[in-house]
């Protein structure tokens, strides 16, 4: 499937990783095959060392809009790449029709299980009102091709699931992370940290208290030989400076007439090049950069990049106007 900017699709292909060439398998049975669609997401379930399943589930159906069919394709081995398609029966509540989520498979064989975070659905509109902020986990825990398969809800609430179009993998057999996306207004904003669930004892059926399900939002730097290898390479950076822009920069912004021309000049050319700090021409104080700064929430302190809006700065603040603040 997909999207060729014209109309979507429900081609089929696999990358031959012996000799790196693509193949499509023919559609042998229309009614057999999801129709065509994008935005949807697509897992590899493992069953064994021999046998493997893609598990394809929601995106947006051309003619039909979101969808929330859950489709289960079972490659063959031999040359003529005879893959078969089926659709997989759910019990009880599901997901309701989405795109632009993410999936991810915990595990290996019958104690497999899927997990879906966030999306979006053009039925609610636009904006972001339109973010179906939730997850959901489905057991894979079925022998055969005809049981019926049950998802459950978690409970999370909606702060770290409102976005769609993020990136999610799973890290064990018990642990997805995800990180990014879009919250239907802008890019989240997640900065250094991660979105990272822990799912034990996750067996459909039982009662909830018995399942550890725990959402947190933690930075990727968690142990105290890592915080101070950051530190280190904070200390030991040096600031951009002014003599540091390329000639036709710096001569530019000493002609520009709007205010603060050479410092903004300066603080561009340290975030381009990932840098934390920069000297203000003015003061000579050292001054953070919106890269640094959007590692953490907003201190208050008024800073002048501050890439939240200043919005933990108290009312009375006084900008310090001798150094354009």
Partial sequence: GGWNGVHALNDLWFLDM??????????????????????????????????????????????????????????????????????????????????????????????AKMVIVGGTSSTLGTGPGSML?????????????????TWMKFDWGTVGVDRCRHSMAAVNDTTIVWWGGYDGEKAAKDGTRIWCVDIKNAGIGKDSSNKDYSLRNTMLVQTDEKRSKLQERWQAEVPVREEDLPPEVLEKAKRSRLPGAVYKAIHRHAVANNKDTYIDPASGYSVFTSTYLDRKPCCGNGCRHCPHGHINVPKKFCDNKDLEW
């Fill in 133 to 149: 902020c939730e997850a959901w986990i489905l057991d894979l825990n079925k022998e055969g091709e005809e049981q019926i398969y």
């Fill in 18 to 111: 012996d000799d790196w060439q693509w193949k499509e398998v023919s559609i042998t049975d229309s009614d057999s095959w999801p129709k065509p669609r994008t935005d949807h997401t697509s897992v590899l379930w493992e069953i064994n060392d021999n046998n493997s399943t893609m598990v394809t589930f929601g995106g947006n159906m051309e003619g039909f809009g979101p969808t929330s069919e859950l489709w289960a394709l079972t490659p063959s081995n031999d040359e003529n790449l005879h893959s078969s398609w089926r659709e997989i029966p759910v019990f009880g509540p599901s997901p309701s029709p989405r795109t632009s989520h993410t999936a991810a498979i915990l595990g290996r064989g019958h104690n």
